[in-house]
């Protein structure tokens, strides 16, 4: 029986669950045997125990559990040849041929890598005498799938990662909680938000909640965006708007790349010459990835895990390593390489200050 293993690596997100859950009950259904591989790519390293057999009962309920329930971890072995090698002889001798990952673009890159150094892995594998030629005979190629895991939505080519929604739901419902307070002392609250390279989640959650200002990494306000803001603020005010509420993502740039701070904003909306509002910064931190997935996220999930593992069955030694994306509410297989270097040249577009570059780059749309 053929085998396949699903891991989970890099930052945990909701959902992450629910696809290792897909995963292996569909690697039963089309008679394959299920592993998981704990502790992300220092599982693969390591081997023993850390790779295990998984039944369908051992993911019952699976769905409604937050987190990671198989690890993950930052693996520094894994970016080093030698890491790598041990894992291919790991995954040899528990004769597993097809690895399914859910993670960010580091580890989905770290898997490609894998896969493309494959031959020479295990070429040298038998050179040195870690395995012989007929152990690695039937190991010929590598099969490679990646989940795209992350609450930030900062994956090129696809509508949605999973734990997106999760996290946005958490932002809003967290920013339903200050406003409450807001609103009872007229005051003001600054909230930032998760996303270093993306402002997906700032944004969305402005959207959501009605905010009365947003700053994200990919589109720094005008040169004066503190007039910008504290006018719109103030109009706001004088239609009897009691409450105000500004989010800033933990990456937001102005346009000569100084970060705007909380507490930056906090100054300028409580300046007494200006707003002069009693104002509180909330910094959500990690409660915006924890708890349980939301109903969307265990639907993505549950298709795009299922649609791994068919994936795993069409690959050829030509196709391209595939990672599991939605665009326009269908469930579509894309290549990984092109997907993971369009991600990192936004990154490197914000840090170079080539906000235009970064806005042109990304799928969402966005305008004034
Ligand atoms: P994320 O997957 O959330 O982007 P990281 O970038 O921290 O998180 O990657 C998670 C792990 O994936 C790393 O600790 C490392 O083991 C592996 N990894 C990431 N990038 C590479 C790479 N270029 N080569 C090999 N392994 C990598």
């Known amino acids: 029986k053929r ?27 089309v008679g394959c045997e299920s592993y998981a591989v704990l502790e992300g790519y220092e599982g693969l390293v390591q081997g023993g125990d850390l790779i295990k057999r998984m039944d369908w009962e051992d993911v019952r309920g ?8 198989i690890g993950t971890a930052r693996c520094l072995a894994f970016y080093e040849r030698a890491g790598r090698l041990k ?19 580091g580890s989905l890159t770290g898997a490609d ?22 152990q690695i005979d039937p190991f010929k190629q590598l099969n490679i799938v990646g989940l795209v895991g992350s609450i930030d939505n900062d994956m090129s080519g696809t509508d949605a990662t999973i734990g997106c929604f999760s996290a946005l739901a958490n932002i809003c419902e967290m920013i339903d909680k200050v406003e409450a307070t807001a609103a009872s002392h007229s005051r003001a609250f600054v909230v930032e938000v998760m996303g270093r390279h993306c402002g997906w989640l700032a944004l969305m959650a402005g959207v959501a909640t009605g905010a009365d ?39 937001a740039h102005d346009m000569q790349g100084n970060k705007i701070s909380s507490e930056m904003l906090r100054e300028l909306l409580a300046d007494k010459k200006g707003l002069a509002l009693d104002t509180r910064i909330t910094v959500l931190g990690h409660v915006q990835r924890g708890g349980t997935a939301c109903a969307y996220d265990r639907y993505l999930a549950t298709l795009q895990g299922v649609e791994a593992v068919r994936a795993v069955l069409d690959a050829t030694p030509d ?15 894309k290549p990984l390489v092109q997907a993971v270097l369009d991600t990192q040249a936004v ?22």
Do not use: Y
């Open 319 to 333: 196709t391209p390593t595939p990672f599991i994306a939605i665009n326009e509410n269908k469930i579509t297989r």
């Open 3 to 29: 085998r396949i293993a699903v891991m989970t690596s890099g930052g945990d997100s909701p959902g992450m669950n629910g696809a290792i859950r897909a995963v292996i009950r569909m690697a039963i259904e």
């Open 213 to 251: 200002f947003v700053f994200i990494p990919e589109k720094p306000r005008s040169e004066n965006w503190r007039d910008e803001m504290c006018k719109v603020i103030a109009r706001h005010r004088e239609i009897g708007k009691r409450k105000t509420i500004v989010i800033v993502a933990e990456g």
């Open 113 to 134: 890598k894998f896969r493309t150094e494959w031959p020479s892995l295990i070429g040298e594998l038998v050179k040195t005498g870690e395995l012989t030629q007929e």
């Open 87 to 105: 894992g291919a002889k790991n995954m040899i001798l528990n004769g597993i041929d097809a690895l399914i990952i859910c993670g960010g673009d």
């Open 62 to 69: 699976w769905q409604s559990e937050g987190g990671t329930l």
């Open 347 to 368: 990154a490197k577009a914000i840090e170079n200050q080539d906000f235009e570059r970064a806005m042109s780059l990304r799928d969402t749309e966005f305008s004034d």
